[in-house]
């Protein structure tokens, strides 16, 4: 399954240069955050697909003006051709503004989520906008990553952590994809990318 990952920069290649068959042999789109709600209502408008998406801390507008034909996966399992995609968009709080979350905060989200999490068994696919505590996040309050998502990572071993919020060119060691243990890769869905998702 070809899995179409954006996050945080409308990508040229898609909007600005956009053809119908550059979405061919797509399975699935999926947005991390921090991208202009007409942008994945135009992606949508041609996909085939399901679009699904999670918010990002400048994502604000989608509160007034939601994506169109999107579906926010926020807080909850969407479950795809039998792949299992958890949502927790938001980065950490650094100045009280829409989507952000303290520690605590996204414990709390999680916690919510244990009956789900046991009605499915787990997950496949983590989707979040921050990536998590120490595993190629930010240096400052507003790219750190939360220890909540490593602790999911370590109890539900999926085999996909997909993140965005931390940009490409922000370092110039910057990954893209890396382990994060045996079970599990991360990928930073910057700008876009296509991940072959495998069973």
Same mark, same amino acid.
């Given at each position: ?104 905060? @996204? ?7 244990? $009956?789900?999490?046991?009605?499915? /068994?787990? &997950?496949?696919?983590?989707?979040? #906008? ?13 790219? @750190? ?7 999911? $990572?370590?109890?539900?071993?999926? /085999?996909? &952590?997909?993140?965005?919020?931390? #940009? ?32």
């Amino acid at each position: 399954m070809k899995i179409l990952l954006l996050a945080d920069e409308e990508s040229k290649y898609l909007w600005d240069y956009f053809e119908k068959s550059k979405l061919d042999g797509i399975d699935l789109i999926i947005s991390c955050g921090d991208l202009k709600p007409a942008y994945l209502s135009f992606l949508a408008t041609f996909a085939k697909v399901p679009v699904l998406y999670v918010h990002g801390n400048h994502d604000g507008v989608y509160d007034r003006t939601p994506p169109e034909g999107c579906i926010c996966i926020e807080d909850s399992i969407y479950v795809y051709k039998g792949v299992r995609i958890l949502g927790l968009g938001g980065s950490m709080n650094y100045n009280d503004g829409p989507h952000q979350y303290t520690e605590g905060q @996204m414990e709390s989200r999680i916690r919510k989520l244990r $009956l789900k999490l046991w009605r499915h /068994k787990g &997950f496949d696919i983590l989707i979040t #906008h921050s990536p998590a505590k120490d595993v190629n996040d930010g240096d400052d309050r507003p790219h @750190m990553g939360f220890q909540a998502f490593r602790n999911l $990572l370590d109890k539900y071993m999926p /085999k996909y &952590f997909i993140h965005g919020h931390v #940009h490409l060119n922000y370092k110039w060691n910057q990954q893209r994809e890396y382990k994060y243990n045996e079970h599990t890769t991360i990928v930073n869905a910057f700008e876009r990318y296509i991940l072959d998702y495998k069973e």
